[in-house]
């Protein structure tokens, strides 16, 4: 598997301010990304809190 650029704090951070509101134009634009990325990464990150994410990647 490809290694992102992006670790899972940052993306989690994108997509946080992306349900409070920020464009998703604006925030693709300011972290070098499509706002298809952006998309993707919603599902797949939305919800989750940093300290998750770490534990769920120390549990694999």
């Known amino acids: ?3 992102s650029w992006y670790t ?3 993306v ?3 997509v946080k301010q992306m349900e409070a ?3 998703a134009k604006e ?5 070098g990304v499509s706002e298809a990325t952006l ?3 919603k599902p797949k990150h939305g919800g989750l809190e940093v ?6 990647r120390d549990l694999k």
Not at 27 to 31: C, F, I, K, V
Not at 51 to 56: G, P, V
């Open 1 to 3: 598997m490809k290694k």
């Open 8 to 10: 899972e704090e940052q």
């Open 12 to 14: 989690i951070g994108a």
């Open 21 to 23: 509101g920020r464009k």
């Open 27 to 31: 925030l693709a634009r300011e972290l």
């Open 39 to 41: 998309y993707a990464w």
């Open 51 to 56: 300290n998750e994410a770490r534990r769920l």
